[in-house]
Antibody, heavy 119, light 110 residues
Framework: QVQLVQSGAEVKKPGASVKVSCKAS????????IHWVRQAPGQRLEWMGWINAGNGVTKYSQKFQDRVTITRDTSASAAYMELGILRSEDTAVYYC????????????WGQGTMVTVSS | QSALTQPASVSGSPGQSITISCTGT?????????VSWYQQHPGKAPRLMIY???NRPSGVSNRFSGSKSGSTASLTISGLQAEDEADYYC??????????FGGGTKLTVL
């Protein structure tokens, strides 16, 4: 079955960067885009960006444009989200999600990765 | 891109129907039929309940239905059950080629 498995929890200091991985299985990785969405504690879902896993083209939310990089490794069927210049407000659960075929919106979600930014 | 507007909370008794609204603009909800709804239980990842405004993924109960009028989309849950108690989020594609979520609605089953 289609599954997205993310890397484990991270604790980072302010100013550092974090890279979260998302390994896909159960489908042809390059046929679908991968979204990245985050959720701070008690807060709403926030879309960060996405990558076309086939050609590597990305699009980012204006809010994160200057600090986020989304990449993919087709040989590993994995996508990555790197967020730099971390601050305490970046403490959140980060999710990857595969797009829905035909409608493009997030459909199949990973389990989430907790990133804590603390000095 | 501002978040889509949802009521903070709604409630209903078992067996009743409730509707959650999601208001956007002519640049997102009003322009595209790429509106989706997600259910999220505490500590869990979101689950897609409605996509393309009105479509249900396989495995989602037909008690869940979606609609749209102008720049406002709606999620209706009929025959409320205790397990429906969760947070619900709408989402839409935007004219900036990005996606935006709503602020979320907490559904309480009384």
């Amino acid at each position: 079955q289609v599954q997205l498995v993310q890397s484990g929890a991270e604790v980072k200091k302010p100013g550092a960067s974090v890279k979260v991985s998302c390994k896909a299985s159960g489908y042809t990785f390059t046929d679908y885009a991968i979204h990245w969405v985050r959720q701070a504690p008690g807060q709403r879902l926030e879309w960060m960006g996405w990558i076309n896993a086939g050609n590597g083209v990305t699009k980012y939310s204006q809010k994160f444009q200057d600090r986020v990089t989304i990449t993919r490794d087709t040989s590993a069927s994995a996508a990555y989200m790197e967020l730099g210049i971390l601050r305490s407000e970046d403490t959140a659960v980060y999710y990857c999600a595969r797009e829905h075929s035909g409608y493009y919106q997030p459909e199949i979600w990973g389990q989430g990765t907790m990133v804590t930014v603390s000095s | 891109q501002s978040a889509l507007t949802q009521p903070a909370s709604v409630s209903g008794s078992p067996g009743q129907s409730i509707t959650i609204s999601c208001t956007g603009t002519s640049s997102d909800v009003g322009r595209y039929d790429y509106v989706s709804w997600y259910q999220q239980h505490p500590g869990k990842a979101p689950r897609l309940m409605i996509y393309g405004v009105t479509n249900r993924p396989s495995g989602v109960s037909n008690r869940f239905s979606g609609s749209k009028s102008g720049s406002t989309a709606s999620l209706t849950i009929s025959g409320l059950q205790a397990e429906d108690e969760a947070d619900y989020y709408c989402s839409s594609y935007t004219s900036s080629s990005t996606w935006v979520f709503g602020g979320g609605t907490k559904l309480t089953v009384l």
